[in-house]
């Protein structure tokens, strides 16, 4: 039998698979933006240094080519020439005394031309370095076509040229990247998750809303089956009590056993009526303590609410429903296997709240039989009908709070009744 994937675990497997083809495209993006902005810079440090030499004809040395072109002002900070021993033969603006050729190392490779281009990791300048090895001068302008005469004071037979520019546009781009890229990624994986939630969600709608369908047919159905009950029942009840009369002995002890069973149908019946019932109905101001107390003098002939028990603690509900919710809860208790002694009631004040419980020292109720305690018609008891502690829960939710039910340390159960304590009565 194959394993079922629940929608839960289906929907984050297909948000973290959206998230990564997403993440996929952007880094796709971010990727092509810095290609192209590499090819831009690169070919920036190209029309730089051709500027560079094309300036240079009408002056006697770079820095006059440099100073005197507001082109070349405007984005070189540093031009210098270095000879075989690494030292400076001419040098200009920020170029260091020194060239270091451990900066041609890692990621720098040179393009087919010779040209090294070296980004500064913490400025928008790129040093631009062409090994020039060790062509003469006078080779290098006749290939030039140029006068070899000497256009500066220092002859050109330097190792490595060195200019160091300023790419303002590239280094935004870079940076625009690297902050964006992670907020779009938290984004993305923000926007695969509420997606998921409102898919999740919206299966949970749709489950209730079928739910609600099946429950209203079945409800209908119920409430016209409890109706239809209580006539022949009460014609049993009639006819019972007249054959009561007329037999003795164990006929009359039959008609007993008769009766009894017809008066479990009844309160069947009046629990189902009961669970179909509007759950909020009117509410009024209750006081808790003296509901609690008049429910158990009916039921156990005392009062076994607490003494230390607050006696002024209000909530707003109907009367009938939470009279109906503590004789469910009592009877429970009575019930429960544990006597009459062990059983008891509290009432006290919390954040606010009111805190009801009612407890027992009966038998308590098996862990594997907890989550379907509310459950309509589950019971554990051979008699019971099943829907006293689902008609509690929902007369509890209706009103505001909350109904939970767990098994005590050394034995038997406690509910506990959880509801917004009403300020406006003194």
Do not use: C
Not at 16 to 40: E, H, N, P, Y
Not at 62 to 83: C, D, S, V, W
Not at 276 to 294: C, F, H, I, Q, W
Not at 295 to 307: A, C, D, P, Q
Request: avoid cysteine; aromatic fraction near 8%; glycine fraction near 10%.
């Amino acid at each position: 039998m194959k394993a079922r994937i629940s929608a839960a675990v289906s929907s984050g497997i297909a948000a973290v698979l959206g998230w990564v083809v997403l993440s996929a495209l952007v880094f796709f993006i971010a990727w092509t933006m810095q290609d192209r902005a590499r090819l831009i810079r690169d070919n920036d440090n190209e029309r730089i240094f051709n500027m560079l030499f094309t300036s240079l004809r009408g002056y006697d040395d770079f820095a006059a080519a440099i100073e005197a072109t507001p082109a070349l002002a405007e984005r070189i900070q540093g031009f210098a020439i270095y000879g075989d021993d690494l030292h400076s033969l001419y040098r200009w603006g920020k170029a260091p005394p020194v060239f270091d050729e451990g900066i041609l190392g890692g990621d720098s490779r040179p393009n087919r031309f010779g040209r090294y281009t070296i980004p500064d990791p913490k400025g928008a300048s790129v040093k631009f370095v062409l090994r020039t090895g060790h062509m003469p001068r006078e080779r290098m302008m006749e290939r030039r076509g140029e006068d070899p005469a000497p256009p500066f004071h220092h002859p050109f037979m330097g190792k490595y040229l060195y200019i160091d520019t300023v790419h303002s546009a590239w280094r935004r781009t870079q940076t625009v990247s690297a902050i964006l890229l992670p907020v779009v990624e938290v984004v993305l994986l923000f926007l695969m998750f509420s997606v998921r939630s409102l898919y999740l969600r919206n299966r949970e709608y749709r489950r209730r809303i079928e739910s609600q369908k099946n429950l209203v047919v079945l409800g209908t159905a119920a409430g016209t089956l409890a109706h239809e009950i209580k006539n022949p029942l009460l014609s049993i009840r009639l006819q019972t009590g007249i054959l009561e009369k007329s037999l003795d002995g164990k006929g009359k002890e039959e008609i007993t056993l008769i009766n009894q069973e017809v008066a479990r149908l009844s309160s069947l019946a009046y629990r189902v009526n009961d669970y179909l019932r509007e759950g909020k109905g009117s509410p009024v101001p209750l006081n808790m303590y003296d509901l609690l107390a008049e429910t158990s003098r009916r039921l156990f002939g005392r009062n076994i609410v607490k003494e230390d028990s607050a006696k002024d603690i209000f909530v707003m509900a109907d009367a009938d429903r939470f009279r109906s919710i503590f004789e469910n809860l009592m009877r429970n208790a009575l019930e429960s296997g544990g006597g009459e002694k062990g059983a008891g009631a509290s009432a006290e004040r919390s954040r606010g709240e009111a805190v009801i419980r009612v407890y027992d020292r009966g038998r308590g109720v098996a862990s594997s039989e907890l989550p379907r305690i509310f459950d309509p018609f589950f019971t554990t008891k051979s008699t019971g009908t099943g829907i006293g502690l689902s008609v509690s829960r929902r007369f509890v939710e209706a009103a505001g709070g909350t109904l939970t039910l767990k098994n005590r340390e050394g034995g038997g159960a406690e509910a506990v009744i959880v509801i917004a304590e009403y300020r406006g009565a003194s």
